[in-house]
């Protein structure tokens, strides 16, 4: 399973960014991806997810501006970001669940956002998103 991100850059303060992620070697029909971010000094942060059914969750950080989708036929997952604030600044990461996270959507157990990046690997190299004027 590897993921690569792209799609990063410098964008000022009220623009817009599309990242997108590269998905090879899944096998299993069933897949979680995640959108996640690193600012300088600051711990990893979950924004968004998608399953291999296109079900979608939002952090409260990523839930009025941000928007997840999935394009099978080319293996790619995306994240649309919109009203981008200079605190946006960071380094975006996707990654894939693993079968406990996984299994925590089927069976609906309680998870929450600020405690996902645990359950998360195969960790793309990131890309570098820089909101300035």
């Known amino acids: 399973v590897q993921l690569v991100e792209s799609g990063g850059g410098l964008v000022q303060p009220g623009g817009s960014l599309k990242l997108s992620c590269q998905l090879s070697?899944?096998?299993?029909?069933?897949?979680?991806i995640g959108w996640f971010r690193q600012a300088p000094e600051k711990e990893r942060e979950g924004l968004s997810l998608?399953?291999?059914?296109?079900?979608?969750y939002y952090s409260d950080s990523a839930k009025d501006r941000f928007a997840i989708s999935m394009d099978k036929t080319k293996n790619m997952v995306y994240l649309q970001m919109n009203s981008l604030k200079p605190e946006d600044t960071a380094v975006y990461y996707c990654?894939?669940?693993?079968?406990?996270?996984?299994?925590?959507?089927?069976?609906?157990?309680?998870?929450?956002?600020?405690?996902?990046?645990?359950?998360?690997?195969?960790w793309g190299q990131g890309t570098q998103v820089t909101v300035s004027s």
């Open positions: 990654a894939t669940a693993g079968e406990y996270f996984k299994n925590k959507l089927r069976f609906n157990n309680p998870w929450h956002f600020s405690d996902i990046v645990k359950y998360f690997g195969a």
């Open positions: 998608i399953t291999s059914t296109e079900i979608t």
């Open positions: 070697g899944f096998t299993n029909n069933f897949y979680v």
